[in-house]
């Protein structure tokens, strides 16, 4: 494949979009990489993305060796650039490190990223991913919350915010360490409390992010796709399929606690999300998940939540709930 003379900023968030499903998504990388070195670009600033794009291209199809080439070059072209694009080229070259197995060069370059976790909404989740591709779950839980108490310190006041806008940045601390919280089974602290009274203030208000995005499902085919094409989201949906159902299964149990009836899951496809995303959306973005869920939410599809005990299961492997989803939560 061989692309036209110069790239675009916007040819290349379509390639973001479509480059994993594609037929030779490999020779679509080494052909980003290629255009991004021989100066192929419109915008010469976008060399760090184009490259970080075709190392994630690479790392998706397990190329470890070529997606650490290209994450190189990627942070190396990215420069001194502090922005949150270029932090999230940084955190891949880490992930890539764990994934090869060399955890102290990986932490080594995770740590200068922490600074990043107060000042960008989506560096929570770029660094999480990252420890979560080197089982550091705990040291991210450590992170999040020394983040979540710098950023509650800042805001110079004593009252706590009272809604996900005023909190700002602090909002997508509180919901990753929450989610995380709850993956690793840990019991709600005040700082739970709070991330659970602003995503419930959020859903009420309408707003694109909510609770629902929790109750995103995706069935056991739809599950290998959505891993083998975002790879990062297993730090989301979970590592397997029986992980990822037991997240589901947690979370469906736990909202009953606080009183919610009626919860239904929602199955979502690979196509469905990326097709929702758009593209200039990004699946590694909570907020377009969000959304997805959202959209599923109000339509027909959904799965009823709990099934009897003794009925089929709800996750559809064809077992019966009692002997399947019921125990994963414990
Ligand atoms: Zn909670
Ligand atoms: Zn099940």
């Given at each position: ?120 909404p989506d560096a929570a989740a770029f660094v999480t991913a990252a420890l979560g591709a080197g089982q550091e779950h705990r040291l991210a839980e450590k992170w999040l919350t020394e983040a979540v108490q710098e950023g509650l310190g800042a805001s110079g006041s004593t009252t706590e915010p009272s ?54 499902f995706f069935r056991q085919a739809e599950f290998g796709k959505l891993l083998e094409q975002f790879p990062a989201l297993s730090s989301v949906f979970g ?92």
């Open positions: 494949m061989a692309f036209k003379t110069e790239l675009t900023s916007s040819d290349l968030s379509e390639i973001r979009q479509s480059a994993l499903g594609a037929a030779d998504p490999l020779g679509i990388a080494a052909d980003l990489a290629d255009a991004a070195e021989a100066g192929r670009l419109a915008d010469k600033d976008d060399a760090g993305y184009a490259l970080a794009l075709a190392a994630e291209i690479a790392e998706s199809r397990a190329k470890l060796d070529a997606a650490l080439r290209y994450v190189e070059r990627a942070v190396e072209a990215y420069g001194e650039r502090d922005d949150s694009q270029a932090g999230a080229a940084r955190a891949l070259h880490a992930r890539i490190l764990f994934r090869l197995g060399r955890s102290d060069e990986a932490l080594a370059r995770l740590e200068p990223l922490r600074p990043l976790l107060t000042r960008y809604s996900a806008e005023d909190a700002g940045v602090l909002f997508f601390l509180l919901q990753q360490r929450h989610r995380l919280r709850h993956a690793l089974g840990l019991q709600h602290d005040t700082h739970d409390n709070l991330a659970e009274r602003l995503e419930t203030r959020l859903a009420n208000a309408g707003a694109t992010a909510g609770p629902a995005v929790d109750l995103l590592a397997d399929w029986d992980e990822h159902r037991a997240i589901l299964e947690r979370e469906l149990v736990r909202l009953t606690g606080t009183g919610r009836t009626g919860l239904t899951v929602l199955p979502g496809t690979v196509v469905g999300l990326t097709g929702f995303a758009g593209a200039d959306g990004d699946v590694a973005d909570a907020r377009v998940r969000s959304g997805y869920a959202q959209q599923l939410a109000g339509r027909e599809g959904q799965i009823t939540w709990p099934p009897e005990r003794n009925g089929a299961c709800w996750c559809g492997s064809g077992t019966k709930y009692k002997k399947c989803c019921l125990p994963r939560s414990r």
